[in-house]
């Protein structure tokens, strides 16, 4: 009977140590999930862009909640903390193929007039005085980027520019993002970690 009762309490023990390591996986699980849907994601970069400020291969963090999250299967969004700004570089949904997420920096606002001219951003008429636009030289590619057009900005959306100009399917080619679309902005580069440095 001794024998019996030691190995029952054996089958019990691992019985429940089985439990709790299932029980573990499924809270990190669920944890994660919350946390990837609803606070922040990791995306990585696949093309030259957005070059210099993100590479090929970088794999950065998304803050998700700061424009107000959308929730999951329903068509309502979270109180943001602050609306999108002009230089915020921003993930959205891609609006030639909505399966895919693009990553580009925002230039013009609801209502503005954008412009491209000698290279160039001008915003009602005015140049850019963010200091990230002077160093990158914008050209006049596709239907809403040529020469001499100046193009207003529709209400709650964004048109937006990959850094790297001259390689960017951009707000030139397609026109603008919806606010609704946009995921999150882009917070830090974490791998490679001789790449990790907060986005700017």
């Known amino acids: 009977m001794k024998t019996e009762d030691r190995r029952q309490k054996t089958d019990i023990r691992k019985q429940s140590v089985v439990r709790e390591w299932v029980e573990s996986i499924v809270i990190a699980f669920i944890l994660a999930m919350i946390v990837r849907t609803f606070i922040v994601q990791a995306f990585k970069i696949p093309t030259g862009s957005m070059r210099t400020t993100l590479i090929e291969g970088d794999i950065i963090l998304v803050n998700k909640f700061i424009y107000g999250v959308k929730v999951p299967f329903t068509g309502l969004r979270l109180p943001a903390l602050r609306d999108p700004e002009r230089g915020d570089v ?15 920096r925002l230039i013009g606002l609801p209502g503005e007039t954008v412009e491209i001219k000698n290279g160039s951003i001008f915003i009602n008429g005015q140049p850019s005085l963010e200091s990230i636009f002077g160093t990158n030289f914008y050209y006049n590619y596709g239907g809403f980027g040529r020469e001499g057009n100046k193009v207003t900005v529709p209400d709650d959306s964004y048109f937006v520019l990959g850094d790297n100009s001259a390689s960017s399917k951009d707000s030139r080619y397609w026109g603008f993002v919806p606010r609704g679309d946009i995921l999150g902005k882009a917070l830090v580069i974490y791998w490679p970690p001789k790449r990790i440095r907060m986005i700017r």
């Open 90 to 104: 921003i993930v959205f949904i891609y609006p030639q193929d909505r399966k895919k997420d693009f990553i580009k």
